[in-house]
């Protein structure tokens, strides 16, 4: 429904600095979003050839005033008038029709917008459509990838206890190919994904193994090192599978006796890494990803320079995934919020080096963040740059477009945008809730990072 406090105003008017609002459907016009402030007379020439005589503008969200009004303006412009001299507008015919005298003629001072014209495929219109196939594309290679490496996670799983060295082999095979995939690319992004794209059971495996990959590659560990990270990073919870169902999430209404029953999986993992085979480097992430370097951890409250380098990398991000997906939503924390919540509250219980490099490579708002922007708009993040990380990729809340056509915003490409604040997804007003879908629980992967084009607009 239109803004009842937007005014509207002849096209010859505008300006840059001035706040407009078009009433067109998303194909229909080549701009990212439907409202905007206009920041280059290129945009007002792109709205004249829309055949627009009338936009609507927002006085308070403008910078500038519109240009003055010109003199009086002649009430009817679509050609000449076929009953020329007698008042009447182009096309009305030699007489009014039956009973229209009493209405009265049609108001002369406002003069509607004429409908624009909607190209079969206009440049701007086929540049769309082929950044939103390459983003879809892309968020697809994510899906499948995330979800083979979950169905063999899956497979590790069932065959831990009765075939362990088939499930290392599997394991081993799993981190290796998505070490390849991460080392062989300049660019990395931090993904976030549907939470279709991975069952429950697996999504914190698969969290912290896919983090720590890349929270490796940015500390500049060598090859050998990631692998090892990444199995163990993987198989970090593997020991619960001698656990009773309803102790494999650490749960805060647990007694005493159910939490020390639930501290004893790292020494199971261990256990049954030896099964499999795993190297030493592999065990020691198992056996210490509980370990603080405050020696407030466990199982053996070991301290500093005592955890293994590997170690350190997953107890940080095993924890940093644990509060953003808890074994109960509610009481989940945000992406912000988590890392936050560590770097004031929690980071004497880890490394520094490792926390620095984690918090560089996440960024202040990591994949998932609920923002409101500079101009009052929400968003989430959907990716970030590892290796510019303060300039996350953006879905922007806009209703004229639908939810699933949205354009992913690259903030690096777009100056005139800025992050105002993180808000928690229940603060959202339900419409937005409804189109940006926060996740319960948080699904990541890696792709690509995305080159910008050459003109800086919307990225795919």
Known sequence: MPDPSLEFIDIDRLRVGVFVQLDLHWTQHPFQFSSFLIRNPAQIEQLRGLGLHQVRWSRQRSEVEPLPEPGVQPAWVDGPATGAGNGMPAGAGAGPPTGAAEAGPPAPDRVAPAPAPVPAQSPALARRRALLADQQASLERCERGFA??????????????????????????????????VLETEDVAIRLLSEKAGQETTLHPMNVSVLSILLGR????????????????????????????????????????????????????????????????????????????DGRGYPAGLQGEAIHPLARVVAL???????????????????????????????????????????????????????????????????????????????????????????VLDLEQHPELGIQRAVKPLQLPRAVFDYLSPRKRLCYFFERSPAAPANGGELG
């Not at 199995?231 to 647990?254: F, Q, T």
Request: proline share 7%; aromatic share 4%.
């Open 148 to 181: 083979e490496a979950s169905r063999q996670f899956r497979q590790i799983l069932q065959n831990a206890r009765a075939h362990p060295l088939q499930a290392r082999e599997v394991a081993e095979g799993q981190v290796e190919g998505m070490v390849e995939q």
């Open 218 to 293: 940015s500390l500049g560990l060598d090859p050998v090192q990631i692998r090892h990270l990444g199995v163990g990073a993987l198989l970090h919870d593997i020991g619960k599978l001698e656990l009773p169902d309803r102790l494999r999430w650490r749960d805060s209404a647990a007694t005493a006796a159910e939490r020390r029953m639930y501290q004893e999986h790292p020494a199971h993992g261990l256990a049954l890494g030896r099964r499999m085979g795993l190297p030493a480097e592999v065990l020691e992430v198992i056996a210490q990803h509980h370990e603080q370097v």
């Open 317 to 407: 991000v095993n924890q940093y995934d644990n509060l953003c997906s808890p074994a109960n939503p509610a009481q989940a924390f945000t992406p912000h919020d988590a890392l936050a919540l560590i770097f004031a509250r929690q980071r004497e219980a880890f490394d520094a080096t490792t926390l620095a490099a984690f918090i560089r490579m996440m960024g202040v708002y990591p994949p998932g963040s609920v923002l409101q922007l500079n101009d009052a708009r929400y968003a989430i993040v959907a990716s970030v740059n590892s290796e510019r990380p303060l300039k996350p990729r953006i879905i922007v809340h806009d209703p004229a477009v639908p939810a699933d056509e949205a354009l």
